[in-house]
């Protein structure tokens, strides 16, 4: 039977069991283009930010 050499901490087991608690990301569709996008981030297609222009729009193709 196998017998661990030492103890595991409370810290390194956390640590370890951290990974579980990940969830898949969250997704939510823009109020101007429709497209899907991340809360909190730029829309890269518009370059937009609440209503802020930020970035130079993509050029669609």
């Known amino acids: 039977m196998a017998v661990p050499k030492r103890k595991i901490s409370r810290m390194k087991r956390g640590f370890r069991r951290s990974t ?25 297609k518009t370059g937009k930010y609440r209503d802020r222009q930020i970035l130079e729009p993509k050029d669609s193709i």
Do not use: C, F, M, Q
């Open 20 to 44: 579980d608690a990940l969830a898949t990301p969250v997704y939510v569709e823009d109020k101007e283009s429709g497209e899907l996008r991340r809360p909190h981030h730029i829309d890269l």
